[in-house]
């Protein structure tokens, strides 16, 4: 993925402003994870909204912390129950044991499961970050082999005796250029490695062509500029590979005046 | 802002102090964020008595709630506000505060606030009027139709009179020129 292009699609500002879907939002949290850059432009741009929202500090009234206190005072369950054993106690002395020890086991037990419940929230939330980082893991992982596979793929074509290098060199239009071909003959394969082309203007597109002795020219299939081995279309004879300059999408026959390479396949 | 007894306590302790509801944690909290976020609130619903409540209720629920806040996702201070910030909008949503605030015109808020002579204000207020002059108008209201007001996308472009696609890079110009001034 491109994380400037990411970045400056002004995403992460939307995401902080609140202005996103639910789904929206895990996406980018998730691309947080996974992505450095991301994660400290995430957190520039909340820096930004928090110190904005700080420039707008209003003191509340003093009596409203007092109230918010007693407000979450109240909402101890523990504290209820507490009072009424306590009313129970003064009825019998021998009670107050009894009433005490309850009173501790209550509260023990109080104490224990809201532990528990808190812990047990907080294992939810590991457990569900570390199966989101497994994918992610997982998908990488993924990825990986493929272009391991496809790495090993080729390096057994480029190896492979039956594999025959071809050099296409400039033509006058285009001295400078260069390509080569990988043609086995066995499976009929065909790979094409840029070495040097000039960037094809946006109407247009190169194309490659493999000399069939008999039939004439035949089209291996359209490309832009890349680096790597392209894999193209399969060759079944060819005497020789050259590249034309054609419309987008190509041409039936190569327009030969926009030939930029062309090479011989050795004997 | 701080008071005189406590001395500063690092987020990470903070946060693993409110977590096992310690209470004194939950007072220093409120003495360091309530008046950032009950200014956010007093801007969102412009109303004192229904910013007290919805300061309370914001405050009662990160009580309760604790065990939502995910670290992994941002700052105390962004869920703090952010939890603030959507209580007040939808209350805000409802219908009695709809008829209230029609009259309201987005550019009035920030004379509002400054008249209101009942509310103290912070000394940090001094910097908001030169803040805002800095910002051109149209980054100042998509940043406050977003953040202040909780329109949608749609509904800011149509508030805006732009196309939706708009909203999106007008919004990150706005908040690069923000990161610029502060």
Not at chain 1, 90 to 108: E, F, G, K, N
Not at chain 1, 126 to 151: F, G, H, I, R
Request: one cysteine or more; aromatic letters at 8%.
């Amino acid at each position: 993925m491109n994380t400037r292009e990411y970045i400056e699609s002004g995403i992460l500002e939307l995401y902080s402003a609140g202005l996103l879907s639910t789904e929206e939002m895990r996406d980018v949290e998730l691309k947080a994870c996974q992505y450095a850059e991301i994660k400290s432009e995430l957190e520039l741009i909340q820096n930004s909204l928090e110190k904005y929202a700080t420039k707008h500090a209003v003191t509340p009234p003093s009596e409203l912390k007092k109230r918010i206190l007693k407000e979450i005072e109240k909402g101890g369950a523990s504290t209820e129950v507490k009072t009424k054993v306590i009313a129970v106690q003064r009825r019998s002395p021998a009670m107050t044991w009894l009433a005490a020890a309850s009173v501790v086991l209550l509260i023990t037990v109080g104490i224990i499961a809201m532990r528990y419940s808190a812990q047990s929230m907080q294992y939810q939330k590991q457990v569900a970050q570390l199966m989101q980082k497994q994918q992610t893991m997982q998908s990488k992982l993924d990825s990986v082999k493929n272009s391991l596979a496809q790495n090993s793929q080729q390096m057994d074509l480029l190896t492979d005796t039956m594999t025959v290098k071809v050099e296409m060199k400039g033509t006058k239009l285009s001295p400078e250029s260069m390509a080569m071909i990988y043609w086995n003959k066995r499976t009929q394969e065909v790979y094409l490695d840029i070495k040097n082309l000039p960037q094809a203007p946006a109407d247009k597109q190169y194309q490659l062509w493999f000399i069939d002795p008999v039939k004439g020219p035949e089209s291996a299939g359209v490309f832009d500029v890349a680096t790597g081995l392209l894999k193209m279309i399969n060759a079944p004879a060819a005497a020789a590979f050259a590249v034309t300059l054609e419309p987008r999408g190509g041409s039936a026959t190569p327009t030969l005046t926009q030939m930029y390479v062309i090479g011989n396949v050795p004997s | 802002m701080d008071s005189a007894a406590n001395s500063s306590i690092p987020e990470d302790e903070l946060v693993s102090r409110l977590f096992r509801q310690d209470k004194k944690a939950f007072s220093y909290l409120y003495d360091n964020y309530s008046s950032a976020i009950y200014g956010v609130i007093f801007r969102i619903v412009q109303d004192e008595e229904a910013a007290q409540d919805i300061l309370q209720e914001a405050f009662v629920k990160i009580w309760n709630n604790f065990q939502q806040y995910d670290k992994t996702k941002g700052r105390l201070f962004t869920w703090i506000i952010n939890l603030a910030r959507n209580l007040a909008i939808d209350a805000t949503r409802s219908k009695s505060f709809r008829n209230q605030q029609k009259n309201l015109e987005l550019d009035k808020i920030v004379s509002f606030i400054d008249s209101n002579k009942s509310t103290s204000f912070n000394p940090e207020q001094i910097g908001l009027k030169t803040l805002i002059e800095k910002l051109r108008p149209e980054q100042r209201e998509i940043i406050d139709l977003a953040y202040f007001r909780g329109y949608t996308q749609t509904e800011i472009a149509e508030a805006l009179n732009i196309p939706l696609g708009t909203v999106k890079t007008r919004m990150r110009s706005a908040i690069l020129r923000l990161r610029e001034i502060l």
